[in-house]
């Protein structure tokens, strides 16, 4: 057993993993809470993109099988969303006139450079729910319900995207219709691309896409 394989399997990670996710979450919400009521000054927010590049490390050590193959896409997904967005950033015609705020980190181009980490990851953790819960074997159906879920997780998201200042549509409140479109469509090409890769069973992603669902959730219930 090579070393990379002995770090990927050793049992402290997967403690380390879920106790780190758990942690973050909650002292995440409290945090953003306090800050929004003004109680406390705002210390979390800033914090994002080192949450964001800690939490993909882990979700990609936690596979059960090492791949150097899986790393190469998740890189390549990382490097080509984030082209996406600059591109929809400085042209406002694939998801509509956005301009990304500052708790996202800095920014290449109008684009936070973790921005990619963060949709490589989102598509490990559909592609873990599609797999694992909703069974789905095919590739093609695959990559739709990784759309679909992807989707579904943006339209919660951006309720809460312009109060913690990740980013904000011009002239809107809310994102308009082509930003979902763009979003199912890119999402499930990715899904097609990722279907090989992301299969293999990663407890750790099924629980930090849990945990991201019950973060927001609350986020939204304790803010809007």
């Known amino acids: 057993m090579n070393t990379t394989t002995e770090i990927h399997h050793h049992p402290k990670l997967r403690q380390i993993a879920i106790v780190w996710i758990i942690l973050v979450h909650f002292f995440g919400v409290l945090g953003i809470w306090l800050g929004y009521k003004q109680i406390i000054p705002e210390w979390f927010l800033p914090l994002t993109p080192w949450v964001l590049v800690s939490n993909s490390v882990l979700i990609l050590m ?86 679909a879920l992807m989707t ?23 994102a308009p219709t082509q930003n979902f479109t763009a979003w199912f469509s890119i999402s499930f090409v990715f899904g097609l691309l990722s279907y090989s890769h992301f299969r293999n069973h990663n407890k750790t992603a099924l629980f930090y896409g849990l945990a991201q669902l019950i973060f927001f959730t609350i986020l939204g219930l304790l803010l809007v």
């Open 152 to 174: 579904i997780f943006d339209l919660l998201l951006e309720i809460l995207a312009p109060m913690l200042d990740f980013w904000t549509f011009t002239h809107k409140t809310y």
């Open 62 to 147: 936690r596979f059960e099988r090492f791949r150097l193959s899986r790393i190469l896409v998740f890189l390549l997904i990382a490097v080509v969303s984030f082209g996406i967005e600059v591109f929809g950033v400085q042209t406002g015609s694939l998801f509509g006139t956005y301009t990304y705020g500052a708790n996202l980190g800095w920014k290449l181009w109008g684009v936070p450079v973790v921005i990619g980490l963060n949709w490589a990851s989102l598509l490990i953790v559909m592609q873990q729910v599609t797999t694992y819960y909703l069974k789905v074997h095919n590739r093609i159906f695959s990559a739709l319900c990784v759309a």
